[in-house]
């Protein structure tokens, strides 16, 4: 009878030690595989930033369901060109990567006559706006733009870091031509934040 209770006793043992170094080795294998990678910016990226090696970073990260959402190292591709903007140390979003560029848009770089508000960066959407003045008449706003994205700002340096920085700013190319009217006649250009 005690040679049957050390036979139930040592069984019983290596089922737990069979038992514990299964958990141990699923653990240790979970905690040591290598995760996926996906692209980081390594920089501000902008309406048609042709994407390529330089531009990003790669990084490992479990991102579980959201992982098809983002951009892996190995789908960059020749042509591949950014349709919004994303900023530094962002996962690039396959939503933001296109091959052809949505036709309709145009770049154009201008100094508003007021420094704009700190809120508005590189991706904000804004309005531009003018109040007119003829012969010494000054009218009432206008809206020129409803709404255009800022690519980029160059902030001045030297004599001239009081100014207003230099917008880089993507406008419907409907709305060109009343822009460029509004510089050409030196009216005053305010960009607005749209939606706050």
Same mark, same amino acid.
């Given at each position: ?7 139930? %006793? &040592?069984?019983? &043992? ?28 390594? &920089? ?10 330089? !531009?990003?970073?790669?990084? =490992? ?5 959201? &992982? ?7 789908? %960059? ?13 962002e996962l690039i979003p396959r939503s933001a990567i296109t091959l052809e560029l949505p036709l309709g848009f145009s770049s154009v770089k201008l100094t508003p006559s007021v420094t #704009?508000?700190?809120? $508005?960066? #590189?991706?904000?959407?804004? =309005?531009?706006?003018? @109040? ?8 009432? #706003?206008?809206?020129? @733009? ?5 690519a980029a700002i160059t902030q001045p340096e030297g004599l001239f870091a009081d100014e207003s920085g230099n917008y880089e700013l993507l406008i419907p190319q409907e709305n060109i031509?009343?822009?460029? =009217?509004? $510089?050409?006649?030196? !009216?005053? $250009? ?7």
């Open positions: 009878m005690a040679r049957l209770g050390r036979k139930r %006793i &040592s069984k019983l &043992s290596v089922l737990i030690i069979t038992v514990f170094a299964t958990t141990i080795s699923i653990l240790i294998w979970g905690y040591t595989r290598p995760l996926p990678e996906y692209l980081v910016a390594k &920089s501000p990226l902008t309406y048609g930033t042709q994407l390529n090696a330089q !531009h990003v970073i790669a990084i =490992e990260m479990n991102l579980g369901e959201a &992982s098809n959402l983002y951009l892996s190292p190995s789908e %960059i591709l020749d042509g591949q060109v950014v349709s919004r903007f994303v900023g530094v140390g #704009p508000s700190s809120q $508005i960066g #590189p991706g904000s959407f804004v =309005e531009i706006w003018t @109040v007119p003045k003829v012969q010494g008449q000054q009218y009432a #706003p206008a809206a020129l @733009v409803a709404e255009a994205e800022v031509s009343t822009l460029l =009217e509004a $510089i050409a006649m030196e !009216h005053p $250009i305010y960009l607005v934040a749209s939606g706050l």
